[in-house]
T-cell receptor
Framework: DAKTTQPTSMDCAEGRAANLPCNHS???????VYWYRQIHSQGPQYIIH???NNETNEMASLIITEDRKSSTLILPHATLRDTAVYYC???????????????FGEGTQLTVNP | EAQVTQNPRYLITVTGKKLTVTCSQN?????MSWYRQDPGLGLRQIYY???????DKGDVPEGYKVSRKEKRNFPLILESPSPNQTSLYFC?????????????FGSGTRLTVV
């Protein structure tokens, strides 16, 4: 699986958009970009994933650059409950190769301030 | 409600006393996995299973056993726990066919071995 690089920490004001960047310059053609978050010692929570098109769901939007070497997770209106560690993971889906592993890096600690 | 249930949430035990942490999912997922999380080391995969009676080692399998006799259950067994297995453990499940939406994680089991 491709390696990802994320900032160690970020701050965001409550009610503003939080934009979390991720670099994955060695991504290969069949690898997807996944985002998870972990709120203090709780189980990680899946947020969103995509291949090359931008994606949006009820939680967030995912913007992937045209060359797919980087992406941005956008939380449109951050709340205090969005304070968490956010993980960007690049991997091949399980239905493509069963040996694909979900490997968590260090992630970005997002702190939403009142 | 679709979920992964782990038990117990907290466990303190003594060195050498066999224990089992249970994991059950109600989503008919083929894939299940165990992770441990330690400060500074992130989430590391212990074992995974792609279906009933199919299991394989992850990154840190030493000192652990698993079994997958039924699709919904994937217990983690520590035959002779040691203090270095003190950790926060997470079970996760995922479908392996169709459009994979991401892993669903349990709430975690905090294990202390004294």
């Amino acid at each position: 699986d491709a390696k990802t690089t994320q900032p160690t920490s970020m701050d965001c004001a409550e009610g503003r958009a939080a934009n979390l960047p991720c670099n994955h310059s060695t991504i290969s053609g069949n690898e997807y970009v996944y985002w998870y978050r972990q709120i203090h010692s709780q189980g990680p929570q899946y947020i969103i994933h995509g291949l090359k098109n931008n994606e949006t769901n009820e939680m967030a939007s995912l913007i992937i650059t045209e060359d797919r070497k980087s992406s941005t997770l956008i939380l449109p209106h951050a709340t205090l409950r969005d304070t968490a560690v956010y993980y960007c993971i690049v991997r091949v889906p399980l239905y493509v190769t069963s040996g694909s592993r979900l490997t968590f890096g260090e992630g970005t600690q997002l702190t939403v301030n009142p | 409600e679709a979920q992964v249930t782990q038990n117990p949430r907290y466990l303190i035990t003594v060195t050498g006393k066999k224990l089992t942490v249970t994991c059950s999912q109600n989503m008919n997922h083929e894939y299940m996995s165990w992770y441990r999380q330690d400060p500074g080391l992130g989430l590391r995969q212990i074992y995974y299973s792609m279906n009933v009676e199919v299991t394989d080692k992850g990154d840190v399998p030493e000192g652990y056993k698993v079994s997958r006799k039924e699709k919904r259950n994937f217990p983690l067994i520590l035959e002779s726990p040691s203090p270095n297995q003190t950790s926060l453990y997470f079970c996760a499940s995922s479908p392996m066919t169709g459009r994979e939406g991401g892993y669903t994680f349990g709430s975690g089991t905090r294990l202390t071995v004294v």
